[in-house]
């Protein structure tokens, strides 16, 4: 029988005693503090975001590099490690509010950087569960401090080598802002702000007094800014939507989204269109329904949907396999796109090219918001920017027109000779230059007003109009695929994506890899 060394033994019971020391981060009092104000914990967030008994850490005895700080900043306060998510390997990474509010110090930075190093080499998605009030002071002031503080840029991403996915989860400013927009998704806990400094510090340099809330709140990234994809009013919702969004991506660049075995048959027809899709071009209808109708049931997760809102984006299913949609709204300004609706389809268009996941268009538009407002916003750039984008595009692509798919938009949401693999329209849709009020009224006004009867004149001339608007006119010329029965909708598009997968997986050149995030 073997007996165990008094001095392994000593060594050993050390070891779990500075462990268990590290694991309380700035101390139990700090910890006790955090749960009665109803918060997690670093290691509580990363225990209920990975399989049970997955993670392993990295750097939990790591502390500050500053003598006077050392006792009082375990693990630099930033939990970081390896674990897995869905049975896949991933690191993840989450701020120690209890050791300094989770400021940045050397050592924080260097573990930051460590691990995203890690994680690009061996091609593992980052889980960031993020808060934290910016660089310490101590450690950023002269020229040598903000030197070692300052994070390389591709540190913060890089060229989309694997999914970055962040959680703010308390008052995030600094590095928690520059990695949170960076990620290729973000949920925000509601209630907490994120911004590139706290109401503080722009108090005292500019003189402004703003909230946190104003300054950077979920409701701003939400809807103004489109910072945030999605907005959670519990830390286990935040860490839920993670999970949600993970199991739509794959692991890196170099692998192909994970399908699901499908329950809802590929053929199955979608009898309901033809009663959520008036035929009245004028009428409003959520786009929505038709998503929710067309692909797996239960699979569409909408993206930024609060942010340019007449366009709907989001992960879904067809036959198991991931999709993007792209698909404009006509129960928001009548399906318009304005300045924020390009820069969602661009954000989108991008991250999908980055991970190999086709697209799906879905158009009623009836051309982009012309407005004096969106002029000064940089309308111009803003669409031919998406039209760039979508010129870089090489995953598979289909598009189909339900309604109306009018001027430049029909061009942006892949209309004829754009590059679209398959590209096909309802019997009813309409495909113009202009809508037909706005063209007749333009183009024959002199004809209108000369008539005896303007209106009846007006009305000839929409009949007219609207039959050179017709799809056939279009699939005659083989400048659409075809004209389809809508209730065959998802079955074309699942047999168009079988067609896609015939050689096996689908893979991007990535040419969107490296386009800034966050337009």
């Given amino acids: 029988?073997?007996?165990?060394?008094?001095?392994?033994?000593h060594a050993l019971d050390d070891l779990a005693a500075r462990r268990a020391r590290a694991r309380l981060g700035g101390g139990a009092e700090r910890v006790a503090a955090e749960h009665r104000a109803g918060r997690l914990t670093a290691r509580?967030?990363?225990?209920?975001?990975?399989?049970?008994?997955?993670?392993?850490?990295?750097?939990?005895?790591?502390h500050s590099d500053r003598p006077e700080a050392r006792e009082k900043s375990w693990s630099d306060g930033l939990v970081t490690g390896f674990a897995k998510v869905g049975g896949r390997a991933v690191a993840v990474e989450a701020t120690d509010r209890t050791v300094f509010a989770g400021t940045e110090g050397h050592v924080f930075i260097r573990k930051a950087v460590a691990l995203h190093a890690l994680a690009v080499k061996r091609g593992l998605p980052v889980f960031n569960l993020a808060e934290g009030g910016g660089l310490r002071m101590p450690d950023g002031m002269g020229a040598d401090g903000i030197s070692k503080a300052l994070m390389r840029p591709e540190t913060l991403q890089g060229l989309r080598e694997a999914p970055r996915l962040t959680a703010i989860l308390g008052?995030?400013?600094?590095?928690?802002?520059w990695q949170a927009v960076t990620?290729?998704?973000?949920?925000?806990?509601?209630?907490?702000?994120?911004?590139?400094?706290?109401?503080r510090m722009l108090e005292v340099a500019t003189g402004e007094r703003v909230s946190e809330e104003e300054l950077g709140g979920a409701k701003l990234h939400a809807e103004t800014t489109g910072?945030?994809?999605?907005?959670?009013?519990?830390?286990?919702?935040?860490i839920a939507h993670l999970q949600a969004v993970f199991a739509y991506l794959p692991a890196n660049a170099r692998a192909a989204p994970p399908a699901v075995a499908a329950a809802d048959p590929p053929d199955r027809p979608v009898d309901e269109l033809t009663a959520i899709v008036p035929t009245q071009k004028n009428r409003g209808y959520d786009m929505k329904r038709v998503v929710r109708v067309v692909f797996d049931a239960g699979s569409f997760y909408e993206l930024k949907a609060e942010f340019g809102r007449a366009l709907v984006t989001g992960l879904a299913r067809l036959a198991g396999r991931p999709v993007g949609v792209i698909a404009n709204n006509p129960l928001r300004n009548g399906g318009a796109a304005g300045p924020d609706e390009c820069d969602k389809a661009i954000d989108f268009t991008c991250l999908c090219d980055a991970y190999s996941i086709p697209i799906v268009y879905l158009h009623d538009i009836p051309g982009f918001a012309v407005s004096s407002q969106a002029e000064r916003r940089r309308m111009p750039t803003r669409i031919m920017t998406w039209a760039q984008a979508n010129a870089a595009v090489t995953v598979p692509r289909a598009s189909v027109i339900l309604r109306k798919s009018i001027g430049m938009a029909y061009g942006n949401m892949m209309g004829a000779l754009q590059g679209a693999d398959l590209l096909v329209a309802w019997p009813t849709a309409e495909i113009n230059f202009?809508?037909?009020?706005?063209?007749?009224?333009?183009?024959?006004?002199?004809?209108?007003?000369?008539a005896a009867d303007p209106a009846a004149a007006r009305r000839a001339l929409l009949g007219r109009w609207e039959q050179?608007?017709?799809?056939?006119?279009?699939?005659?010329?083989?400048?659409i695929d075809d004209v389809i029965d809508p209730r065959e909708t998802r079955r074309i598009l699942c047999a168009w994506l079988d067609a896609a997968y015939a050689n096996g997986p689908v893979a991007s050149?990535?040419?969107?890899a490296n386009w800034p995030m966050g337009f």
């Fill in 227 to 238: 910072q945030v994809d999605v907005v959670a009013d519990t830390e286990e919702q935040c």
């Fill in 468 to 479: 050179d608007s017709s799809p056939y006119r279009a699939a005659g010329e083989f400048l």
């Fill in 44 to 62: 509580e967030r990363i225990e209920r975001l990975v399989d049970p008994g997955s993670f392993v850490e990295l750097g939990l005895l790591a």
């Fill in 434 to 450: 202009t809508g037909p009020e706005v063209g007749v009224n333009v183009v024959y006004h002199r004809e209108i007003r000369a």
């Fill in 171 to 177: 008052s995030s400013f600094g590095l928690p802002t």
């Fill in 183 to 199: 990620s290729d998704f973000v949920v925000q806990l509601a209630g907490t702000g994120m911004a590139v400094a706290g109401p």
């Fill in 1 to 9: 029988m073997t007996t165990r060394d008094d001095g392994i033994g």
């Fill in 509 to 512: 050149a990535r040419r969107l």
